[in-house]
């Protein structure tokens, strides 16, 4: 993997786009969820994406090869819920595995494809690791503020599956994702260090925070700055922040994560803040020229989008950051 080190320090990569947007322009019903295989599960499955990777594996390549077509340098596995806490919710446990197996391997299929056809831009999987639908650190019930939904433990066990199942799956990097409460991240980044220990391999991890409103802190509380430290500790390939909020929004938060990290610097902003009705109206070209502004100011290493953006949004961020050199990376967190 030194390569992608490497290339980190001569350019600025480009990451994917949001899946879950992309699959909404299938229009999957619940019958395509099941497909053949799930056909009588006594549950609802409809909504449940990474299923998709194993009902629908040809809508995933799909979604992957439009990204790598429209200039991604990374894309991300379709397992963002592929734990068995998150999986709870439509009784599938015990598919946690094969649904990160598959989706790396799906991924890491079309990223060969790729690198085959372009030797001199190599294409890159990140394992998706979402959050879980649980936190760790805050109570969800009002009247029992000591209450935990879920252990650090419990946390560490059930990602621990996931990132076994999508390093055998092919994935090349793991990218801790959208977290909102730093404890349920620290899980994550206890079980890698701890399937790197047993497999004597190295794994390059990105970790990316999100940033839930204007106060500028994390769900749990956390500063940009808070959050950085307190996963710093970890040697990991680059930080950065994803999701909740636009482009523009993140730039302070960016600014304080590049003036205090050694690391590389990554943000996934979403199309803008949605409408009304959840919906994400900026276009590529207003989203590219957000994005101008991280690149002038020289704040990332890796850019892409997350809620709201396609295709096309990828593009214009690719065409854009051409024309920048990426920020300086005094550190990495992985032997080359």
Request: glycine share 8%; aromatic share 8%.
């Amino acid at each position: 993997m030194s390569n992608i080190l490497e290339i980190l320090k001569e350019r600025i990569l480009v990451l994917d786009g949001a899946m879950g947007t992309m699959l909404q322009r299938y229009k999957f019903q619940e019958a395509d969820f099941r497909g053949e295989r799930f056909k009588d599960w006594e549950h609802p499955l409809q909504g449940n994406n990474d299923l998709l990777s194993l009902t629908q594996p040809e809508a995933i390549a799909e979604v992957h090869r439009k990204y790598f077509a429209a200039g991604a340098d990374i894309v991300e596995t379709n397992t963002f819920s592929g734990t068995t806490i998150a999986m709870a919710d439509y009784y599938m446990e015990e598919l946690v595995y094969e649904l990160n197996y598959e989706s790396a391997r799906i991924a890491k299929s079309v990223a060969d494809e790729f690198t085959a056809k372009e030797p001199h831009k190599p294409r890159f999987v990140a394992g998706s690791i979402g959050p879980t639908n649980k936190t760790a650190s805050m109570s969800p019930d009002v009247n029992d503020p000591g209450f935990r939904a879920i252990s650090f433990e419990e946390l560490r066990v059930a990602y621990k599956q996931q990132i076994e199942a999508l390093i055998d799956g092919g994935s090349d990097i793991l990218l801790v994702e959208t977290i909102f409460d730093t404890l349920n991240a620290k899980a994550a980044l206890f079980a890698i260090e701890e399937v790197k220990e047993e497999r004597s391999i190295e794994v390059p991890v990105m970790v990316s925070g999100t940033i839930t409103d204007a106060s500028g802190r994390t769900l749990s509380g956390q500063t940009a700055e808070a959050f950085l430290i307190s996963i710093s500790h970890i040697p990991i390939l680059s930080v950065g922040f994803n999701c909740a909020l636009g482009a523009n929004q993140l730039v302070p938060h960016l600014e304080v994560l590049s003036s205090r990290t050694d690391y590389a610097v990554s943000a996934h902003p979403n199309a803008g803040l949605p409408n009304a009705f959840g919906e994400y109206d900026e276009t590529p070209e207003q989203m590219a020229e957000q994005i101008k502004e991280y690149v002038e100011k020289g704040l990332v290493n890796i850019v892409g989008g997350c809620c709201g953006t396609t295709p096309e949004h990828i593009t214009a961020i690719a065409e854009l950051v051409k024309e920048y050199g990426p920020r300086e990376i005094k550190k990495i967190g992985v032997p080359v």
